[in-house]
């Protein structure tokens, strides 16, 4: 491979569905202590402002469907 050609790839631009938070298309986490508010809080109202191409807390979201689906309640 030709050293140079790194130095002029560009980029693949990062798709975001909450803006610098969560990328589109990989893993991220929620991670912290049982009851503080990660799925029924945090992730319901990421889906609802997905949902409504609304911000969340003020940041961009990119509008898609949605389906939510949550197995931790009774």
């Known amino acids: 491979m030709d050293r140079h050609h790194l130095a002029h790839a560009e980029p693949t ?3 975001w569905a909450l803006r610098y ?3 589109i298309g990989e893993v991220t986490i929620l991670g912290g202590h049982g009851g503080t508010g990660k799925t029924s809080g ?3 109202q990421l889906a609802v402002c997905t ?3 609304m911000p969340l807390l003020g940041i961009e ?3 898609a469907p ?5 197995a931790e309640d009774d």
Do not use: K
């Open 51 to 53: 949902a409504a191409s």
């Open 13 to 15: 631009p990062i798709l």
């Open 61 to 63: 979201t990119r509008p």
């Open 66 to 70: 949605v389906v939510f689906y949550s």
């Open 42 to 44: 945090f992730a319901l």
């Open 21 to 23: 938070l969560i990328p």
